[in-house]
């Protein structure tokens, strides 16, 4: 297989597919080189794409491509053992063209997402493994492959192999990622007849509906849970830091069991059937775990370089705007004949500069935080649920008198000003 191309792309992801499309788009000679059977056949996301980020790359995408529903509504539930506070918010709005964000199945999306990279000229190859970098003088010019073979040279070679690359991490990009770094999250797909889910998420047909669960949904460790309707199915799943799983040693199928038999839960997945069942990691340290990404002849996109904002589920977003950025400075450096580190560069300020680098620095110290003081999820979640029971229970007790007692069960005035300070620090670090 010994041949060139402009460009090689390792992974066929939200990133690598985005800047592979571009890279062809722009005229390049590009190989995109996918392990799996398929783009998307080992891929798992909740998941919801974001329209913004998608339209940059396809115009008018949701026209053509295997959506499931258009999300009209945002829930969010503060689970506690057998209750749950909700709010959020529904917009219809947001059930016309041009849309705000959908779910979908990444199997079926990704492989559309790929077609229309290779329409662009992009050459994909499936079921081939990169193995490493091939370096020559502290430049990388192509990659080793499990093929017989299997060497392809390329003036430039996009990491976008997703999260705990080891590509970067053979080039001393980054240092393995500790288990606080990283989230570990299950999922399945439940087939549900289509009008049950209308009738059980009150959606009309082609509306969707997000549902973020917090607190018990996770026994209370960092990290959260979500259901998502699709067409016929329902995304459940439930990821935490891998540090949370070992300190309270609990299996990550035990909490998405956990999670499906929740009485809060329940009552939406009841009668349907497993369909699928998946696990993924989840890059969470976010800015501070950030490697290099930008190397003589090489760049890093996506979840490779830790592009994911744990706070708000966004890491499609933010992979595909990374692959977008990458191809745009690949173009500029084609057209300067300079592979150099110094030109790919401004891959990295570019994305730095955006709302990727902002949103990064914004939540730099998020991820730490709240795994360092465990009471923002299994304290005071259940505490505001017990105040909400007391306050919407009637049961002849004054308003008056209720207030009392929460302001009481809130404990001793050191305790009060405990809670005082932790909302204040926890305003620090998402302000
Ligand atoms: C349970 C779960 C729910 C999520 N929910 C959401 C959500 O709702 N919205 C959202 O925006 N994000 C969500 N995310 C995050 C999102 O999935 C990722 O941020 C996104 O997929 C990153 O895209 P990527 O292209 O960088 O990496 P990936 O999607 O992981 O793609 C990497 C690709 O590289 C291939 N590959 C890896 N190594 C090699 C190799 N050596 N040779 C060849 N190919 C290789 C893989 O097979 C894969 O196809 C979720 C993640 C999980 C796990």
């Not at 038999?261 to 349907?272: C, D, E, F, L, V």
């Not at 002849?297 to 996506?302: C, F, P, Y």
């Given at each position: ?11 066929a ?6 800047c ?10 590009v190989?995109l080189?996918?392990r799996?059977?398929?783009p ?5 996301m909740?998941g ?6 998608m339209?940059d790359?396809?115009p008018e ?6 959506l ?6 945002q829930r ?24 705000n964000?959908?779910?979908?199945l990444r199997?079926?999306?990704?492989q559309w997402f790929?077609?229309?990279?290779v329409?662009?000229?992009?050459i ?14 502290g ?11 299997g ?5 430039v070679?996009?990491l ?13 990009f980054?240092r393995e ?9 299950t999922m ?14 009150n ?5 969707g509906c997000t ?6 949904a ?5 990290g ?16 935490t830091?891998?540090s949370g799983?070992?300190k ?12 499906k ?12 059937e497993p369909q699928?069942y ?10 501070k ?7 003589d ?6 979840d ?7 706070i708000?589920?966004e ?9 977008r ?5 690949i ?7 300079d592979?150099s580190e ?9 994305l ?5 680098g ?10 730490h ?13 259940p ?7 007391q ?5 002849g007790?004054?308003k008056?008198?209720?207030?009392q ?8 005035a ?5 809670i005082?300070?932790?909302v204040?620090r926890?305003?620090r670090?998402i302000?």
């Open positions: 297989m010994a041949e060139r191309f402009d460009c090689i792309v390792v992974g992801g939200p990133a690598g597919i985005s592979a499309h571009d890279l062809a788009k722009g005229g390049a000679n190989l080189i996918e799996g059977e398929y998307g056949a080992k891929n798992v909740g919801v794409l974001y329209r913004k980020m339209e790359i396809v995408f949701y026209k053509e491509a295997p499931e529903r258009p999300i009209v509504e969010f539930m503060m689970m506690d053992k057998e209750s749950a506070l909700n709010f959020g918010y529904k917009g219809m709005e947001w059930s016309k063209e041009p849309y964000n959908f779910t979908v199997a079926k999306f990704d790929a077609d229309k990279a329409e662009q000229g992009a994909l190859i499936n079921e081939t493994v990169v193995l490493e970098c091939i370096v020559e003088n430049k990388v010019v192509g990659v080793r492959t499990d093929r017989p073979d060497e392809v040279y390329a003036d070679v996009v976008a192999d997703g999260v705990n690359s080891l590509l970067a991490q053979s080039l001393g980054h990622y500790k288990p606080d770094e990283v989230a570990l999250a399945e797909i439940l087939k549900l007849d289509k009008k049950i889910i209308e009738d059980r998420f959606l009309e047909e082609n509306q549902i973020e669960l917090f607190g018990d996770t026994k209370g460790i960092l959260t849970g979500f259901l998502y309707t699709n067409k016929d199915s329902l995304s459940i799943g439930v990821g830091l891998l799983l070992i309270h040693k609990i299996r990550p199928y035990e909490l998405l069991e956990y999670v038999n929740h009485p809060m839960i329940r009552p939406y997945i009841q009668g349907s699928e998946l696990a993924h990691l989840i890059p969470e340290g976010g800015y775990s950030m490697g290099k990404i930008v190397g002849g090489v760049l890093v996109i996506g490779a370089s830790q592009l994911v904002n744990a708000h589920r890491g499609s977003n933010l992979a595909m705007t990374s692959g950025l990458a191809a745009e400075t173009l500029l450096a084609k057209e300067a004949g592979f110094a030109m790919l560069d401004r891959y990295r300020v570019q730095m500069n955006g709302f990727v902002q949103d990064l620095k914004k939540y730099k110290d998020s991820t935080h709240f795994d360092k003081f465990p009471q923002y999820f299994d304290a005071y979640i505490m505001i649920n017990k105040a909400a029971s306050m919407f229970t009637v049961d007790k004054s008056w008198e209720k207030q007692k929460i302001w009481r069960d809130l404990g001793s050191k305790e009060k000003m405990k005082a300070r932790d204040y926890a305003w670090v302000k």
